[in-house]
């Protein structure tokens, strides 16, 4: 079905693209999940003996993640369940997971309809493909986000090792999607244990997962998320100019055309959005810097020889990748080494000056989420919580 493309080596068959055209929404959604399904293609399935230590490992870890940040660890009260899958399967559930925020962003780049519906001279054989062409001016928008969003999770599929490989709230449940694959990979390619591996990650997954889990949290995050992604403006979008760069006989540029984010992002990137962004990063900064206390605490205790394990994970968190830009971009995500040092510089200032149960407010109302201010002045938000 697939031929290598000019955006991370993936492409469709033309042949396709009527079904993908089909339906009235803001995206082309059978053209995402297409996307999202890329490299499926001999991949093996999940051993049934991989999910059964990775189910043993999640008990572990919420347990001792309920220890030790007094935190409930389960969204619904029943215990955590490790929902092994494969690359593919993981893009899929999460390209679904993730429809809201796609959709608000879809709706906001939507264009403002087009007179233009004439079909350009063609080639003997191309007309089929110059009729799709003709509509490309109401159709941009819903195949544009349908490609791209198809392939930014097929490329965060590539290296998640669970559900909050972004720290993006999932639909409430306490199945947490996991890829023993990658874990796999990761724990053979730097020579770890694999247990030692698949621990640490079940520590940080269920963290993540207890923190977005907390109501007020997950919807000032969601609220933050949302208006980042229904802060963007197609009026910065020349629909005339970059249909012009297509050639109807030469389905690959119709490709090269949907593969650039740049069409659609950097250019009409608003000043709401700018002015909003610190307060989306202060938190997404306070609850990666609380997720990694909490991986230290818990996993220095129950890993062994977790150094090396912690300095490669390090590594790779810090590896640049081609999903980094469009995250950026697309969520109004920056997550890079600045972040995560500013967020773990928070917790720590908090400790030294107020200890444990000053920190164990951090998440208790919804008034107590630092400020971006804060985030860099740990006393002042101890100041402003009255400890």
Known sequence: MSTPGPFGGFGFDPAD??????????????????????????????????????????????????????????????????????????????????????????????????????????????????????????????????????????????????????????????????????????????????????????????????????????????????????????????VDERLGAIDPSDPSSLQAFLSDPEAVLDAVRTPEQEAMRPRLEALVTVIEGYVDHTLDTVGRRLVAGPGALAEALRRRRFEETPSDHFVDHFLGLELGERQYERGRAFVHGVLERGGAEALGRLWSEEHTIPTPAEVDAPGLWLARIDL
């Open 17 to 238: 693209l009527g079904r993908m055209l089909g339906g009235d929404g803001p995206v082309s959604w059978e053209l995402a999940r297409m996307m999202a399904r890329q490299g499926a293609e001999g991949e093996p399935n999940v051993d049934p003996l991989q999910r059964m230590r990775l189910d043993e490992l999640i008990r572990v870890a919420e347990i001792h993640v309920g220890e030790a940040t007094g935190l409930s660890t389960s969204q619904t009260g029943r215990p955590l369940q490790a929902n092994a899958v494969s690359q593919s399967r993981w893009a899929e559930q999460t390209l679904e997971d993730y429809r809201v925020l796609i959709e608000r962003l879809a709706r906001a780049l939507a264009p403002a309809p087009s007179d233009t519906d004439s079909t350009p001279d063609l080639p003997p054989g191309a007309e089929a493909l110059g009729q799709l062409f003709a509509q490309l001016p109401k159709v941009m928008g819903p195949m544009m986000m349908g490609f791209q969003s198809g392939m930014l999770m097929a490329q965060l599929s590539q290296r998640a090792f669970g559900p909050y490989e972004l720290p993006v709230p999932r639909p409430p449940g306490d199945s947490l999607l996991l890829i023993p694959s990658a874990i796999e990979d990761f724990a053979s390619t730097w020579g770890l244990a694999l247990d030692d591996v698949s621990l640490w990650v079940c520590i940080d997954q269920v963290a993540h997962h207890a923190v977005l889990g907390i109501p007020h949290i997950r919807a000032a995050l969601l609220a933050l998320l949302l208006e980042h992604a229904g802060g963007f403006t197609a009026s910065g979008l020349d």
